[in-house]
């Protein structure tokens, strides 16, 4: 979900509020694409995307580097709409990861639909991102969990210091409710167990996170 994107149609002319949208969904596409992912449904700030078991890698692997692609790539973002429009604004695309074995299928024609999954884990990606603040990652505890060893090894995660202070726990999670105490969160979602993604390691021959395709 882009962060406060109601606030940037208010500084911005309808023009360059649909540029910015487009250029954020361009720069995103690229990173579904190589990461293969798919893309799914599209409605105005929020971008959805799924990554399926194949016989190519890791998908869970795949969401994850997809999602700290995300975060640098809003960065350069941001930077170039700080130069042009001269101001402070920080842009953000706050996003949440979940997993699960949901119904999946195209909605529509097949020339203009658009692929739709329907359960549990849609609905706790969605709500994650619409609760982390600050470009933060957010991924829950069962994602996590099924990462294979060598790559979880490689996983970075946390949750915020109980005593309000900037630091982090690492490597234990927390009560969605917890975590985001200023945040609205659904009564299905509270216990939610879920910690922020931090950093991503990378083998040497495999490259890392890129803002650009």
């Known amino acids: 979900s882009l962060q406060d994107a109601h606030a940037l149609w208010v500084r911005l002319t309808a023009q360059e509020y649909f540029e910015l949208l487009n250029e954020v969904w361009v720069e995103l596409d690229r990173i579904f694409r190589r990461q293969r992912g798919v893309r799914g449904t599209q409605t105005g700030e929020v971008l959805v995307c799924y ?3 194949s016989a190519g890698g890791s998908y869970l692997w795949n969401a994850l580097v997809a999602a700290q692609q995300t975060r640098e790539a809003l960065r350069q973002v941001s930077r170039r709409w700080k130069q042009r429009k001269s101001w402070d604004v920080e842009l953000n695309m706050n996003v949440g990861l979940d997993e699960g074995q949901e119904w999946i299928g195209g909605v529509g024609p097949a020339e203009q639909g658009s692929l739709r999954v329907l359960g549990d884990a849609a609905d706790r990606a969605e709500q994650l991102s619409r609760t982390s603040r600050h470009g933060a990652i957010l991924v829950t ?5 099924k990462v294979p060893a060598d790559e979880a090894q490689r996983v970075t995660y946390g949750v915020p210091a109980p005593d309000g202070s900037e630091g982090r726990l690492l490597f234990t999670f927390a009560r969605l409710a917890d975590i985001a105490p200023s945040s609205p969160v659904s009564g299905r979602f509270a216990d939610l167990a879920v910690a922020e993604l931090l950093d ?4 040497p021959q495999e490259p890392g996170p890129r803002g650009n395709a």
Do not use: N, V, Y
């Open 200 to 203: 991503l390691q990378f083998p």
């Open 141 to 145: 505890r069962s994602l996590l969990g």
């Open 51 to 53: 990554f399926l078991p």
